[in-house]
């Protein structure tokens, strides 16, 4: 199964955030801009990267992963990669269950997150701020 796909390119998106991941057979590690993902932090972070790995149990051993991961914050990247990540797993694999079974845990797993932040706007400091209005 593994062996007919020598290279999947996938990517996901979360705010500002892009990844991009590689999967290729090998022997179960996962990279993260160039770091292996157990040296990445905050804890938060990596276990939202980990997520798709544990669900995909060990059929997720025999791939390797690497992610770069460009723009946003820490956690706008974890995601984006997480959903690079199951995305590339679900091509390798070429499983329905598996899928399905990513929709049932967490839609955000499989589909872009398409929100974006309001642009800031005349007569105030942000989006929704606005100047208070004195009546004296």
Same mark, same amino acid.
């Given at each position: 199964m593994v062996e007919k796909v020598p290279l999947i390119q996938?990517? $996901?998106?979360?705010?500002?955030? %892009? #990844?991009? *991941?590689?999967?290729r057979k090998g022997a179960g590690r996962v990279w =993260?801009? #160039?770091r292996p993902l157990e040296l990445c932090e905050p804890l938060e972070a990596r276990m939202r990267m980990k997520?798709? =790995?544990? &669900?995909a149990g060990q059929r997720a051993e025999s791939l390797d992963i690497e992610v770069t991961v460009q723009g946003g914050g820490y956690m706008g990247q974890a995601s984006a990669a997480r959903? #690079? =990540?199951?995305? $590339?797993? %679900?091509? %390798?694999? *070429?499983?329905?269950?598996? *899928? $399905?079974?990513?929709?049932?845990?967490?839609?955000? &797993?499989? %589909?872009n997150d398409t929100r974006r932040k309001l642009p800031k &706007?005349?007569?105030g400091r942000g989006a929704r701020k606005r100047r208070q209005k004195s009546y004296r």
């Open positions: 996938t990517s $996901g998106k979360r705010k500002s955030s %892009v #990844a991009r *991941a590689l999967l =993260i801009n #160039a997520e798709p =790995i544990l &669900l959903t #690079a =990540i199951a995305r $590339g797993l %679900v091509e %390798v694999f *070429a499983d329905n269950e598996l *899928a $399905g079974l990513f929709k049932q845990y967490d839609r955000s &797993l499989l %589909v &706007l005349p007569q």
